[in-house]
């Protein structure tokens, strides 16, 4: 157990929906970073929250959003959904921003139908 | 931008026996890290292994090890001993220490072991 939680473990939805996933960090970690897992890209980078600050993005689509709330918690916001969404979501976190290791969470599973 | 290649999509290797994974990557940067992730069939990531690119001895955990040829730009893992447990995808990554600290991934090798 890396200590990050993601919720829900799995989600199945129809296309034109938007989801929530949610990400709570390790105690203490600062830093929260979005990946998406996928058949057709691999594993992707997808934005980066520093204390609640967006610190990087990479391949995020315009239909995806992210916050950190006060609490260090995250969620990515996942709109107008598509069949090529489908993918394991992972959050990871690390106590700041250049730490050697980040602890990945169990990941959720969406299923776009 | 930094790009990560894993050449071999599968390795298969005997119970007790050794086997290598490869991986090579691209960058202008001197200052990174360098990971070995293992993902079996749970799904979870799993740090393995992990290199900075500022020390010249290779990385070495218990029986997973490292080849870090930095001129070269390539890391590859070393498994001795291969159990059943082993058995897993296992991911390349990179991770810049100036620049961008997300993790950039290879695609995967799906390592079999045989019992």
């Known amino acids: 157990d890396s200590g990050v939680t993601q919720t829900p473990k799995h989600l199945i939805t129809a296309t034109g929906q938007r989801v929530t996933l949610r990400c709570s960090p390790r105690s203490g970690d600062l830093s929260v970073y979005w990946y998406q897992q996928s058949l057709d890209q691999g594993l992707q980078f997808l934005i980066q929250y520093y204390n609640g600050e967006e610190r990087a993005k990479g391949n995020i689509l315009e239909r995806f959003s992210a916050q950190q709330f006060p609490d260090l918690h995250s969620e990515l916001n996942l709109s107008s959904l598509e069949l090529g969404d489908s993918a394991l979501y992972f959050c990871?976190?690390?106590?700041?921003?250049?730490?050697?290791?980040?602890?990945f969470g169990p990941g959720t599973r969406l299923t776009v139908l | 931008a930094q790009t990560v290649t894993q050449s071999q999509p599968e390795m298969s290797v005997q119970e007790a026996e050794t086997v290598t994974l490869s991986c090579t990557y691209d960058t202008s940067e001197s200052d990174y890290y360098l990971f070995w992730y293992k993902q079996p069939p749970s799904r979870q990531m799993i740090l393995v292994i992990r290199q900075e690119a500022y020390k010249q001895q290779n990385a070495t955990e218990n029986r997973f090890s490292v080849n870090f040829q930095k001129a070269a730009k390539s890391f590859s893992l070393k498994i001795s001993d291969s159990q059943l447990g082993d058995a897993a995808m296992y991911f390349c990554a990179y991770r810049s220490d100036t620049g961008r600290r997300a993790l950039t991934f290879g695609s995967g090798t799906r390592l079999q072991v045989q019992p």
């Open positions: 990871a976190s690390s106590v700041g921003q250049g730490d050697n290791e980040q602890f």
